[in-house]
């Protein structure tokens, strides 16, 4: 005798569908779409859905978390340096101490408990999905994005004639790293510049991060490595903690630009 309830296949495949297109309408528009779903995209997902925002986080991979994963070199260790392991101490991750000011922990641990967190916060996810590019208003502040399916780029040519869909919002978080890519579809129509990330430097970079996090163009903020490419800051490797400090201040200043935004 099953232990499971009797369920037909039909009735898997309506779960799914419906539930998944019941929540991709509603998030058709939505306060922040954030593109990037790495440490600094993640953290400023979680600040902003605790306060109650609807908050869309679209990620090209099937996977969230970006290299918060693997640590460095494949090691599955991570660092972070004082006062980032504070972050630590929110989500409940053990670490220890590798030198003064200096922590290490269990990277898989880490990302998955900062998922969790952004999940229960009330962000929502499109995995699998790719930038195609902005949606601009007037005065070209951005105003949402032009997403597709991620594996559409491995199709030939010949059949891969899918059109796009919008996203709708408020603010756009730029958390696709080292590419940049929301920013880059703004250089493409010559709205702005970069600069392009210098090489490695932790001390310089991370304080540099967090301290350049912030609206780059209206309605576009910018956090994480995005932010290094922007303004040609050095990168930082292997360490993690300016990703989740720049998340936190990517969500405190699209929280202000969000306020400006209501209604009086």
Request: aromatic share 6%; net charge negative; glycine share 10%.
């Amino acid at each position: 005798m099953s232990i499971f309830h009797p369920t037909s296949e039909k009735d898997v495949t309506r779960a799914i569908v419906s539930s998944f297109l019941r929540q991709f309408e509603e998030y058709a528009d939505s306060d922040v779409i954030i593109v990037g779903g790495g440490p600094s995209g993640l953290m400023a997902g979680r600040e902003l859905a605790h306060g109650g925002l609807r908050v869309l986080i679209v990620e090209r991979n099937n996977y969230l978390g970006g290299g918060f994963w693997i640590g460095g070199y494949f090691m599955n260790k991570l660092t972070l340096r004082a006062p980032a392991q504070q972050v630590l101490d929110e989500l409940g991750v053990p670490y220890e101490k590798a030198n003064e000011g200096l922590y290490v922990a269990d990277a898989p641990h880490a990302c998955s408990k900062l998922i969790a967190a952004t999940c229960d916060a009330g962000a929502k996810f499109a995995s699998l999905t790719m930038l195609e590019d902005v949606i601009l208003r007037e005065g070209n502040r951005v105003a949402g994005v032009v997403v597709n399916w991620s594996p559409i780029i491995y199709l030939p040519k010949e059949v891969a004639a899918l059109d796009p869909v919008p996203l709708e919002s408020k603010v756009v978080i730029d958390a696709t790293g080292h590419d940049a890519s929301v920013v880059k579809k703004l250089e493409q129509r010559g709205l702005i510049k970069t600069k392009g990330e210098g090489g490695l430097w932790i001390e310089k970079s991370e304080d540099a991060v967090v301290e350049h996090t912030g609206e780059v163009h209206p309605g576009l903020v910018i956090a994480g490595m995005a932010v290094a490419t922007v303004y040609g800051l050095p990168r930082m490797g292997p360490t993690f903690g300016s990703m989740l400090l720049s998340g936190k201040r990517a969500a405190e200043v699209t929280a202000q630009i969000l306020e400006k935004l209501a209604p009086i």
